[in-house]
């Protein structure tokens, strides 16, 4: 009923630019940019949970990066 088109399907859209993880617990935090937009969100796991937000600036406008290739750390 569900079946996938393409089983290797890749996400070209968005790359990673930081992530990190707090010492001790399950809580892992990814930068990752919309490579067509440049925005950047804010991707947290903990558990069994996970939240994406868009990352703001002081004005509340969301963050955009140029078009460079990020690094992932």
Sequence with gaps: ??????KTATNDRF?????GRVPGTTIQDV?????QTGV???LTS?????GLSPLLD???KP?????????TR
């Design 31 to 35: 930068v990752l940019r919309d490579r």
């Design 1 to 6: 009923m569900f079946k996938r088109k393409n």
């Design 58 to 60: 002081a004005e509340g």
């Design 63 to 71: 963050v955009v990066l140029d078009d460079k290739p990020a690094t």
């Design 40 to 42: 950047c969100y804010l």
């Design 46 to 50: 903990w558990g069994y949970g996970t």
């Design 15 to 19: 790359e990673t630019v930081s992530r």
